[in-house]
């Protein structure tokens, strides 16, 4: 599934699993005024050549970011922005700098003007006068420096900002928010700047946020040793082939030391928090225009945040599985086991664990060099069907590579999607200098083929690893501030224990340690699949727009649960009914916007109204 699904207004979403177009219905009913009903958010697309800007393929994650973060949108080519005037109100967003024509610009320019709210991405695509600047230079990498620290859009950021792309931008009218520095830390312009156009309201975002985005998550095509930190954390050249060797960030600017000893992390997943700039500005502009934006959360039950334990069943000793096991029962939890061939548990061991509600999932070997264990998509389809007959599978959700290994760029992920591998979690380091968010952040995402002749999102959910192995390869103190930041993002912190190293010192306390802690954050610990599973189900989810003030929704797949929350655009609540009857909304506090939480079952249909 792409986005998450919108009815009731004209234009299209993207359905994830098979990228065909979805059509949209005009059912709803407009009321007498002549507007018709549309999604709160409206996404403005044209193609670009790459000949023009190579960063271009990337634009279109802006629909995963949006469809992650739980958001209703419509996608609407550029060529028919006059409809907008005959359209309900909604956050309108250019998805990249594009190359509008002087008509497409006149008419954005007019309804910005008649009180519309636009966002601009990478660029001002001709609105310069829009978006309050005068200009700006192309910038190749830089990093954003924060200069009001108390406004919604950017108050709280802790990460370095890197990024890659975009502009930086020379003021006029606007308020600029964040400069754009250089390595050197030299400021190159602004970043982040608000405008007043008319009786609108606009947000430029200077820098190719989506861009910054794909090149973090899925890196440079690893066809060499990458370069090591230069302090010796991080030996990334030692001859294997692994996900770090493509990685882009910083050693200098994007780790921070944490304590016990200091070491240097990707302490703050820097992918998460552009995201989150993007988001940040749909809400400020939403509020500030009175939008009903609903939010379909991450996560049931109004968790905050979910955590994962995984196990690689490296040297595949049973007595070890089982002291494991033992420890995961008695912490009173279920995770996911990747299982690495050759050998493997003996059979009664997998019927133990799926019994118990565990995850059976690959852990494909192309580091040991053998005649089935060297990299070839042959290779792991050999090892996917040795697995499934082994433990008497059906299918396989998950897959970790052992040694997190890795060659080229998205070859691996096209072969687990086209072997229906739903998940993969091999993302992650596998020094201590790494650990941490070094290719990504917390929020499980679908990566961009960008290198199809059709960009395309593969069906395949990443869910990075945070490390391995508290106690072994780092101290068992790293564990609290990495849960940390991932709870601060709403989004996975996932943890490898090896069954290898449960019996040694200090190891089953770490673990059972962890586990507890966060608990009291407010997690609760699932399996890989069950991620995989909640989020099929969550963007599943369609909406139909009513007109002023009423939405309705409904899922393919039932989703018990499950938090719904409506952005305030004034401080108090205000009434709501749940399938016409008066609800009880909770106060929601996400990045210092108010909104009201619903705990709701969505399944054949629901209806939101406020009153």
Not at 161 to 178: C, Y
Request: charged letters at 20%; aromatic letters at 8%; glycine letters at 10%.
């Amino acid at each position: 599934m792409q986005g998450l699904g919108v009815v009731g207004g004209a234009g299209q979403t993207r359905e994830r699993r098979t990228n065909m177009p979805v059509p949209v219905s005009g059912a709803a009913a407009s009321g007498g005024s002549g507007i018709v009903p549309s999604a709160p958010v409206t996404v403005i697309t044209q193609p670009v050549s790459t000949d023009a800007n190579p960063r271009a393929r990337a634009w279109g994650y802006l629909t995963e970011v949006l469809s992650r973060a739980g958001l209703f949108y419509e996608t609407l080519p550029a060529s028919q922005v006059e409809s907008l005037f005959r359209r309900a109100k909604s956050v309108v967003i250019l998805a990249g700098d594009l190359p509008l024509t002087q008509p497409q610009r006149a008419a954005l320019a007019q309804w910005v003007k008649e009180g519309g709210a636009l966002i601009g991405l990478g660029g001002a695509s001709g609105l310069e006068e829009v978006f309050g600047v005068a200009g700006g230079i192309p910038v190749a990498e830089g990093w954003i420096k924060v200069t009001a620290g108390e406004h919604p859009l950017t108050a709280g950021l802790r990460s370095s900002l890197h990024v890659f792309g975009g502009r930086a931008l020379k003021k006029s009218s606007a308020t600029i928010l964040a400069e754009l520095q250089t390595g050197n830390g030299i400021s190159k312009g602004s970043a982040i700047l608000e405008n007043r156009f008319g009786t609108g309201r606009t947000v430029l975002l200077g820098p190719d946020l989506l861009f910054s985005i794909v090149h973090i998550q899925q890196g440079l095509r690893v066809l060499q040793d990458g370069r090591p930190a230069p302090d010796d954390s991080a030996p990334v050249n030692e001859g294997l082939l692994k996900t770090e060797d493509g990685l882009v960030l910083d050693w200098q600017r994007d780790r921070s030391p944490v304590p016990p000893d200091g070491g240097p992390l990707f302490l703050e997943p820097i992918s998460d928090e552009l995201r989150e700039l993007i988001l940040r500005s749909v809400f400020h502009l939403a509020r500030q225009q009175a939008i009903l934006l609903p939010v379909l959360w991450y996560w049931p039950r109004s968790l905050k945040a979910v955590a994962q334990l995984s196990h690689d069943s490296d040297g595949n000793d049973p007595q070890k599985a089982a002291a494991l096991l033992e420890v995961m029962n008695r912490s009173r939890l279920k995770s996911t086991w990747c299982i690495l061939y050759p050998g493997g548990y003996p059979v009664e061991f997998y019927r133990t664990l799926v019994e118990q509600d565990f995850e059976v999932a690959l852990h494909y070997d192309a580091m040991t060099g053998g005649e089935h264990t060297a990299w070839s998509r042959d290779n792991f389809l050999f090892q996917r069907r040795w697995l499934m007959k082994e433990a008497g599978l059906e299918q396989i959700t998950t897959n970790k590579n052992h040694y997190l290994r890795w060659e080229g760029r998205l070859d691996f992920l096209r072969w687990c999607e086209s072997a229906g591998i739903a998940s993969d979690q091999s993302r992650g380091p596998s020094k201590k200098g790494t650990i941490g968010f070094p290719l990504g952040g917390s929020q499980p995402y679908f990566p961009l083929d960008d290198e199809a002749d059709s960009p395309r999102f593969l069906n395949v959910l990443e869910v990075n690893l945070l490390t391995q192995d508290l106690v072994i390869t780092c101290p068992p103190e790293y564990g609290q501030p990495l849960l940390d930041s991932a709870a601060r993002h709403h989004g996975v912190a996932h943890f490898l224990f090896h069954p290898a190293h449960i019996l040694k010192p200090g190891v089953a306390d770490a673990l059972a340690g962890l586990v507890d802690y966060g608990r009291r954050q407010g997690l609760e610990w699932w399996t890989n699949r069950q991620i995989w599973q909640w989020e099929m189900a969550r963007r599943s989810v369609e909406a139909r727009f009513h007109s002023g003030n009423a939405i309705t929704l409904r899922a393919a797949a039932s989703l018990p649960q499950a938090t719904l929350l409506l952005l305030r655009s004034h401080p108090a609540s205000c009434a709501l009914a749940l399938n016409g009857r008066p609800a009880d909304p909770k106060p929601w506090d996400l990045y210092g916007f108010e909104f009201d939480a619903l705990t709701v079952d969505i399944g054949d249909e629901i209806r939101v109204q406020t009153i």
